[in-house]
T-cell receptor, first 113, second 107 residues
Framework: DVKVTQSSRYLVKRTGEKVFLECVQD?????MFWYRQDPGLGLRLIYF???????EKGDIPEGYSVSREKKERFSLILESASTNQTSMYLC????????????FGPGTRLTVL | GIQVEQSPPDLILQEGANSTLRCNFS?????LQWFHQNPWGQLINLFY???GTKQNGRLSATTVATERYSLLYISSSQTTDSGVYFC?????????FGQGTELSVKP
């Protein structure tokens, strides 16, 4: 079975702190994704990556950056956390192809005070 | 971009009842997935179904790509089926999600 893990289920940070959210997949997937989910707004794509050291902006990249130094690991970075970044963050991965089923991690509920 | 609409937005069922959830999309797609989001927030893959019909236990799904819709059937519902059901379609390598159907199954 595909397994996608995220470093924390719950995280509380202060405004202005630098925050790292880590995601690891064990199925040798090329593609990895970061989404955030907010009530009434659904799931929105922040960044994605098709390969090591590659990254592409999604629909809402402002305030975020990402790092993919190894194929299995995709990190989301909040350089200076703000209260409007309080959200549920979901990581996903998929094989590289035109028809790619995405698999999700358990999510991280981030609260920024 | 592709628009994805799900209906109904909310559904309350008595345990044992059957239900049909619908997903309409505005353009042809290569990939359509159904997910169940459990109360803890985890998105569980139900079906990868760009076309045709699949069944998995009490759940089945049908996608009619030419008519741009997909249906998720839940039979003999159980309280553990409660949660939010999402459909998502692929566009340019990214998944576009519908707003979800929130299902509540009462004992």
């Amino acid at each position: 079975d595909v397994k996608v893990t995220q470093s924390s289920r719950y995280l509380v940070k202060r405004t202005g702190e630098k925050v790292f959210l880590e995601c690891v997949q064990d199925m040798d997937h090329e593609n990895m994704f970061w989404y955030r989910q907010d009530p009434g707004l659904g799931l929105r794509l922040i960044y994605f990556s098709y390969d090591v050291k590659m990254k592409e902006k999604g629909d809402i990249p402002e305030g975020y950056s990402v790092s993919r130094e190894k194929k299995e690991r995709f990190s989301l970075i909040l350089e200076s956390a703000s209260t409007n970044q309080t959200s549920m963050y979901l990581c996903a991965s998929s094989k590289y192809s035109s028809y790619n089923e995405q698999f999700f991690g358990p999510g991280t509920r981030l609260t920024v005070l | 971009g592709i628009q994805v609409e799900q209906s109904p937005p909310d559904l309350i069922l008595q345990e044992g009842a059957n239900s049909t959830l619908r997903c309409n999309f505005s353009d042809s797609v290569n990939n359509l997935q159904w997910f169940h989001q459990n109360p803890w927030g985890q998105l569980i893959n139900l079906f990868y179904i760009p076309s045709g019909t699949k069944q998995n236990g009490r759940l089945s799904a049908t996608t009619v790509a030419t008519e741009r819709y997909s249906l998720l059937y839940i039979s003999s519902s159980q309280t553990t089926d409660s949660g939010v059901y999402f459909c998502a379609v692929e566009e340019g390598g990214k998944l576009i999600f519908g707003q979800g159907t929130e299902l509540s199954v009462k004992p």
